[in-house]
């Protein structure tokens, strides 16, 4: 990359609102991620930076007191906390009327709710009621994660671990409305265990 190009890109991403600064995105998904493994040292690191880039944000607060929640020894409250923070700063895009690729993923997995719960609770397939809202939902997830396969930006969408996900996901999705309708409960569980992976995966690492 040019210097000039370099120097461009960087004071965009300087200049652009904390919500949709990719350097803050990052720096929530690490914290994030650091908390998943219980590696509460690191993701305090991780969420200081945050705090200092969300100066003067509201959010801030939020950094901060996941920090003090990993002082106390409570990472459960310090995820919470940083999921919180996701949330904030995705309502923040949609009042300003900015999306970017982490919204379709963090929609897409809001979608996908409506699937995971034939995984937490089997269905009755004998009832063809549930056989259909079991392939609607899978559809209606398949349509989400498209469209963020379609969103992403070009580097992102060769990234050899995201087409892993995604085509991982797509390929598990379009199998679910073939096992509900043969009435295959095991087939089912093992498939919605299987989605909920790579959702969770492409929540972490992109959302």
Known sequence: IAPVARMTRVAAQTNAPAAARESVLAERRLAAGYLRTLNGDLAALALERLAKALQGSPHAALATDAVAAIDAGDLPR????????????????????????????REASTTYRALDVFRVQRPDLSAPATRTAVADAARASDAAFARCESEAPAAVRADPDFRRLIDGARASLGKVPQAATASDGDLLHRLLIELRSFEQLLLFRFG
């Open 78 to 105: 310090a995820a919470e906390l940083v999921e919180q923070l996701g949330e904030r700063l995705a309502a923040d895009r949609r009042m300003a009327g900015t999306r970017i690729f982490t919204d379709c993923i």
